[in-house]
């Protein structure tokens, strides 16, 4: 990595536009003038309903498809260059491989693509398996594997030879709650060790346990691009409290908006002790709802 | 793009189909006793066999292997996660159909081996009249992977365009069919009885000929029956024709994959 690249961001995508052409003369938009850079060592949570756009954008930027406009760039290098996957790990939505290879032999393939040595690979590669825990169904046909097994698969190809940048499109799709725990932990992991993941979903929950950012796409426009903490922080609206009374010993509970929380504390008399106070918050399922809504106003295409 | 290559052979070994022409081999072990029904031209009559019996199996090798491998990587998804690796389209192109050209090669030679065996066996019941010209046998073979090689470029051509399974099978026995008969329709128009067809359609017709493959020049089944010589020069001028056409076609179909989108 040239120090040039270091300050790149990871991925680029500059007024993305892409238009489908259908039978008939029909046109669909399906992405309109997204900007957005994911930074190096980042985890960026793509959210947005069903048909907004998050595949096309995903797949512009692994070059299926070609942008009707605008353009994107990983490390610097335009997607429409080969090379520029070269650091890239890629999961597809709903993945298939081919299905008369053994998970040990696409694995190898997939390697062999990045260039790797083959002790390593083959090292790597039992790594791999074992992390996703398929290890011991390494030697059966793809075929012969269910939905989850083969997810858990494209994720190992996906790992296999360490890349700098993850495009994983809804990676926790036909997991189970023990694989989704796992893929969580794995994204984490990434994290730590400097790696850029840019994954869509559709499950919030995943998007605030992992995700250092999230953008939100709707009808083809990214609407939003927020830091997931400070989305948490401004979501604080008010305070629940317990109190006891002293001298009763009765506990009451007690909620207060977020602006009157100062004057209610200097107002309660020495007897009143306090037990608890929690935020209650507007979570990142109430922002992407208010968003889709339309009840928030659109946010700036954030760089 | 040779990993693309040789997970792509691998794929074939482990296909149905391969399976199903592999069992169609004990075919030529009825060979030698057919052959017998003709009392006088046995060998004749066995290398006949044998050769339309190959031709018929790599036809079949051509127009579903390499009409359908291609297709089947989109239509199965395996394409998006397969072209997200770091080499071009055009290469990972070139490598499927490098791996159907070595396997129809392979299943020459492995079919040319059962057909050397099998006219000797033919042979040694009834001795031929003239000797057997074993050079011509093995090259009226060779041609013939050449022309299936060819005709599985179109199939790979029409499944860089198309998103059903119809257009590349339909459309290489299409190309097969003019293919055969682009030199007897050329040799018509020459003749007498095409004296009173229009100037135009005549024309036309022949810039047809050089447009379509012709896979006459590909067929020396009668120099191997009859061990008739050779001509060198014909042999390297279709080889020559071959590597030509083979690389317009193979260049057009790269050209049309790396603008197909893969949605």
């Known amino acids: ?303 | 793009m040779r990993f693309v290559m040789f997970i792509t052979l691998k794929g074939f070994f482990r296909d149905r189909l391969v399976h199903g022409l592999l069992i169609s081999l004990v075919f030529f072990a009825a060979i030698p006793s057919l052959s017998n029904l003709s009392m006088r031209q046995v060998t004749e009559l066995s290398i006949t066999l044998s050769l339309s019996m190959i031709s018929v199996l790599q036809l079949v090798l051509a127009v579903f292997l390499g009409g359908t491998s291609l297709w089947k990587d989109i239509e199965r998804r395996y394409a998006f996660s397969l072209l997200a690796l770091p080499f071009s389209r055009g290469r990972y192109l070139l490598g499927k159909f490098l791996a159907v050209a070595l396997f129809t090669l392979g299943v020459a030679v492995v079919l040319g081996c059962v057909t050397c065996a099998v006219v000797t066996i033919a042979a040694a019941s009834y001795p031929p009249d003239r000797p057997i010209v074993w050079w011509n046998l093995l090259l009226a073979i060779g041609m013939d992977a050449c022309k299936y090689i060819l005709l599985s470029s179109f199939a790979f051509l029409f499944a860089t365009v198309s998103s059903s399974f119809f257009l590349p099978v339909l459309g290489t026995l299409a190309v097969f069919m003019v293919g055969s008969a682009s030199q007897g329709a050329l040799e018509y128009l020459g003749s007498s009885e095409a004296a009173t067809m229009a100037p135009l359609f005549k024309r036309t017709v022949s810039y047809l000929y050089y447009l379509v493959p012709n896979f006459s020049a590909f067929d020396l089944k009668v120099n191997a029956i009859y061990g008739i010589p050779v001509s060198g020069r014909g042999m390297i001028l279709t080889l020559l024709y071959f590597v030509a056409y083979l690389g317009a076609v193979i260049s057009l179909a790269m050209l049309l994959f790396s603008r197909r989108e893969m949605k």
């Open chain 1, 1 to 303: 990595m040239t120090s040039q690249t270091l300050h790149e961001p990871a991925i680029e995508l500059a007024n993305l536009c892409k238009v489908y052409s259908g039978k008939g003369g029909s046109r669909l938009q399906a992405l309109q003038g997204v900007t957005l850079a994911v930074r190096q060592g980042e985890v960026f949570g793509f959210l947005g309903p069903n048909g907004a756009g998050k595949s096309s954008a995903i797949k512009s930027i692994m070059g299926l498809i070609t942008p009707s406009s605008g353009s994107v760039r990983i490390m610097g290098q335009p997607a429409t260059d080969p090379d520029s996957r070269q650091p890239v790990g890629y999961l597809p939505e709903n993945p298939s491989f081919y299905d008369t290879l053994t998970a040990e032999e696409y694995l190898l393939f997939v390697g062999r693509s990045f260039g790797m040595k083959w002790v390593t690979l083959r090292q790597e590669t039992e790594r791999v398996l074992k992390l996703l825990e398929i290890w011991d169904a390494r030697k059966r046909p793809l075929r012969s594997f269910s939905k989850g097994m083969v997810q858990r698969v494209g994720i190992a190809q996906v790992l296999v030879h360490d890349p700098a940048i993850l495009v994983l499109d809804e990676p926790m799709s036909g997991l189970d709650p023990l694989g989704r725990a796992l893929v969580k932990e794995i994204i984490l992991d990434l994290k730590s060790r400097g790696k850029t993941v840019f994954f869509s979903t559709h499950i919030i929950a995943d998007v605030e346990e992992v995700c250092d950012r999230v953008g939100v796409i709707l009808n083809g426009e990214l609407r939003a691009v927020e830091e997931v903490r400070e989305v948490m922080a401004a979501g604080v609206h008010g305070y629940r409290l317990k109190i006891r009374d002293t001298e009763s010993g009765e506990i009451e509970e007690v909620t207060i908006h977020r602006p009157a929380l100062s004057g209610y504390l200097h107002g309660l008399t020495p007897r009143k002790e306090i037990l608890l106070m929690e935020p209650v918050r507007r979570n990142l399922e109430e922002f992407f709802l208010e968003l889709v809504k339309g009840a928030a106003a659109p946010g700036p295409e954030a760089m």
